[in-house]
């Protein structure tokens, strides 16, 4: 007969499984490693075995005893399903934006829940941080198994999800893409791989309001770049023990929006009925492809958990609606922008060795104020009018040099479904229009003026 003894030890080995719509028009095979797969529904089953194991050999839990983590809900379901199997008691704290399902779900497989304020610092008292290490002092032989410092979690994913995903693509990987919580998932997974084949690129997703993407690229933790923020799963006030950031080469930030809006397109597109940061993942991870993956490259996105965990949060339209992600299209998409300006207009780009005289001929011929300089085929600066003015009056030879020597940098892209809310936040003083490419891989430019028009139409 082929049966487990117990459901943990279905846990891993979740299968690839390739983007269609949501990628098109990207180069390259992007695959999602769908962790919904596991028994407890997500990507922190294999932790949560990992550090209970990895715990009773070291003799720090012993039978009887009582698990107590703090949580996001889904490392909470693993452990509860250990738990079962092993005969241990659980107490999980979560921070009160969580999502009620997750809570319910939890307590459904016998764990208590304690819910703490998410708005506080990590030491204060309240937080669900502190209460779970207070909890892990006053009750004997418990275990605070400690997801976001315990290298129990980097480990199980050096273990297990990086061989898998080594395997599966047939070592023919050439990205890899997760969203940096705890960082066990991004950080094992990526040493693994890049042990394998030193070139693969690694790509953390994070969220606004947290602090990793920053200090990845300053290596300073800036306490203000921390502020509330809604996904759940991803992004932290704290640098985790977990988060090796040699093993990430970059990081992309995306907004809740992006992606709430993402995670129901998987489900709409792609018949993955995914949560919340799965969104975040593909979203930030297919916004890094467009620019940088070429035909033949293979970007593995980790989707760590299933959708049933947010049915009333972003897959409920009142909850969407209600926070401003679903409101009624009264603004213009960079698609309708772009549609409306006499179709899809060739783009007038500069080359980076062009003289600065040749480039203001340009602006004056084809009376426009801002150009993308570019080399070949890649985007590499910017230019505006105003700043060659001010460079010309400074030094007037500028005019003979090349316009590399005086460019901006290169104007930021979006994507075609953004609407003029979005744009117009991301259009200031150091980024004076932006780029847009298209499903047959185009590129369009929008600028302050187009803003203007969507607006006012």
């Known amino acids: 007969m082929n049966y487990y003894n117990h459901i943990v030890e279905t846990i891993g080995n979740t299968p690839l499984v390739k983007l269609n719509k949501v990628s098109a028009g990207i180069k390259g095979t992007i695959l999602v490693k769908v962790e919904y797969m596991n028994p407890g529904n997500s990507v922190k089953d294999r932790i949560a075995l990992k550090m209970i194991e990895d715990a009773e050999k070291e003799g720090l839990l012993k039978p009887g005893g009582t698990i107590i983590e703090g949580t996001s809900g889904n490392t909470g379901m693993g452990l509860a399903l250990v738990a079962i199997?092993?005969?241990y008691r659980c107490i999980f704290t979560m921070a009160d934006k969580q999502s009620q399902e997750k809570i319910d779900i939890l307590r459904a497989v016998g764990a208590e829940v304690v819910v703490c304020p998410t708005n506080v610092e990590p030491e204060d008292?309240?937080?669900?941080?502190?209460v779970a290490k207070k909890l892990n002092k006053e009750i004997p032989?418990?275990?605070?198994?400690?997801q976001y410092d315990n290298l129990s979690n980097y480990k199980a994913h050096y273990e297990s999800t990086g061989p898998e995903i080594w395997k599966d693509t047939e070592g023919k990987i050439t990205h890899y893409a997760a969203g940096v919580g705890t960082g066990g998932t991004i950080s094992g997974t990526s040493k693994y791989l890049k042990e394998q084949k030193a070139d693969i690129v690694t790509v953390g997703i994070d969220t606004y309001g947290s602090v990793f993407k920053k200090y990845k690229e300053t290596g300073i933790f800036d306490s203000n770049e921390?502020?509330?923020?809604?996904?759940?799963?991803?992004?932290?006030?704290?640098?985790?023990?977990?988060?090796?950031?040699?093993?990430?080469?970059?990081f992309v930030k995306v907004t809740d929006k992006d992606a709430a809006i993402m995670t129901r397109r998987l489900a709409r597109e792609e018949g993955l009925f995914v949560g919340w940061s799965c969104g975040s993942a593909a979203y930030g991870a297919l916004e890094y492809a467009k620019e940088h993956l070429k035909d033949g490259d293979v970007m593995v996105i980790i989707l760590p958990d299933h959708g049933t965990r947010y049915l009333g949060k972003v897959y409920n339209d009142a909850w969407m609606r209600n926070h401003g992600f679903l409101e009624e299209r009264i603004f213009a998409t960079a698609r309708d922008i772009i549609k409306r300006r006499n179709g899809y207009t060739k783009l007038?780009?500069?080359?980076?060795?062009?003289?600065?005289?040749?480039?203001i001929g340009v602006f004056n011929i084809d009376g426009i104020s801002q150009l993308p300089v570019a080399d070949k085929d890649h985007f590499v600066g910017s230019v505006h009018e105003t700043k060659l003015l001010n460079s010309l009056i400074q030094d007037p030879s500028i005019k003979d040099k090349p316009v590399s020597e005086v460019m901006d940098p290169s104007f930021q892209f979006v994507g075609m479904d953004n609407t003029v809310d979005v744009l117009s936040s991301l259009i200031n003083k150091d980024n004076k229009a932006l780029l847009v490419r298209d499903e047959a891989n185009k590129v369009h430019i929008i600028t302050e003026h187009d803003l203007l028009m969507a607006l006012t139409r």
């Open 85 to 87: 199997a092993k005969g």
């Open 125 to 130: 008292p309240r937080s669900y941080y502190s």
């Open 141 to 146: 032989n418990s275990l605070y198994p400690n």
């Open 226 to 250: 921390v502020y509330p923020y809604l996904t759940e799963g991803i992004g932290e006030d704290i640098l985790p023990k977990n988060v090796d950031f040699s093993t990430i080469d970059h």
């Open 348 to 359: 007038t780009t500069v080359n980076k060795n062009m003289k600065v005289g040749d480039v």
